[in-house]
């Protein structure tokens, strides 16, 4: 016969696995009486998990929704599979990124190592199509999520935007999802100061263990630091240019962190850059309306070499089409 506690956690299971069960299912399932049945379901109630009862002969039980979420138990294939698609969420523009990756680091914290090597498993046998994302460590972006979580001081190492490294230590305030990309606002312990950090280039050390006390920062306050701090300063190349194309439209189309101004109604000034000239070159034809280089000479030699190539492409097709017209 299971002791109580273990006996608890095993009919929790069950009711949560099948939406009606008869008392002497249950009973049958656990290897005790319908009056134990009857007595564990009374302690689950005690503990906030809503289980409801049918009177009779033939009367069961029914794990309902109630007003606050309980614990869940999962198997392992549930837990594997939990995790992953939590991973696969936090990398997408759908909304609930930063929930996503909040319950992720709760269940990676309480994973037993033989699921969580299978849940590495699984995103190491994953694959991206090319240019859909930037590649991202869901292990980093974890372990970052959960030191903020425990207000735990980090250690990581870090490549900069001109390819130099180092060594961060840092306590984390805010991860800020923002298009393709993940941020980290932490204050700098050796620098004394905000800074803010791509996840995708940060290595996470083993955890520190030494806790602080978070500074006071709103969530508003944390998007515009990030904000400005990366458009001032997190590009290799700047340029500004003229859209004619309404701001809305600009914004929502544009997946890199851009500052977009009014005109009017019909135009707008974008102020945006890059580590690659070429490629912004090639994002900004995606939009699909007329574009200015206001100021910046790198993008608008990009242009010119882009021209190029599409005209290029171009002109083979015009000649096959040329020499194979009727006569």
């Known amino acids: 016969m299971l002791e109580t506690s273990v006996r608890l956690l095993e009919l929790l299971s069950l009711l949560q696995v099948r939406r009606d069960w008869t008392s002497a299912e249950l009973a049958a399932r656990l290897g005790v009486s319908t009056r134990t049945v009857r007595t564990d379901v009374g302690k689950l109630r005690t503990i906030g998990y809503p289980v409801d ?28 599979a939990v995790a992953v698609g939590l991973g696969a969420v936090a990398t997408q523009r759908l909304g609930v990124e930063e ?3 909040t319950a992720l680091a709760k269940l990676e914290q309480v994973l037993p190592s033989r699921l969580r090597r299978r849940v590495e498993a699984v995103r190491g046998a994953t694959s991206i199509v090319p240019g859909a994302s930037p590649p991202l460590d869901l292990a980093a972006l974890g372990a970052v999520a ?28 805010r991860l800020v999802c923002w298009g393709p990309l993940w941020y980290l606002l932490a204050w700098d312990l050796d620098r004394d100061d905000w800074r803010v950090f791509r996840v995708d280039r940060m290595v996470p050390r083993a955890p520190t263990g030494v806790r602080f006390r978070p500074r006071v920062l709103a969530d508003d306050a944390a998007v515009e630091f990030v904000v400005g701090r990366v458009i001032r300063a997190g590009w290799t190349f700047r340029a500004r240019v003229l859209v004619h194309a309404p701001a809305a439209a600009v914004a929502a189309k544009i997946v890199i962190p851009v500052d977009v101004e009014v005109v009017d109604e019909a135009t707008c000034r974008v102020e945006l850059g890059a580590d690659d000239p070429d490629r912004l070159a090639l994002l900004l034809t995606q939009l699909g309306v007329d574009i200015e280089v206001v100021d910046g000479d790198e993008l608008a030699a990009a242009f010119d070499r882009l021209a190029t190539r599409f005209r290029r492409a171009a002109g083979g097709v015009s000649r096959r089409q040329r020499y194979s017209a009727p006569v």
């Open 99 to 101: 929930t996503s990756l």
């Open 146 to 173: 959960a030191a903020i979580r425990a207000h735990e001081r980090l250690r990581f190492g870090y490549t900069k935007a001109r390819g130099g490294e180092g060594a961060r230590h840092v306590e984390p305030q």
């Open 53 to 80: 009862a049918r009177p009779g002969v033939a009367g069961g039980y029914r794990l309902v929704a109630g007003t606050a979420m309980p614990p869940l138990l999962l198997d392992d294939d549930e837990a594997v």
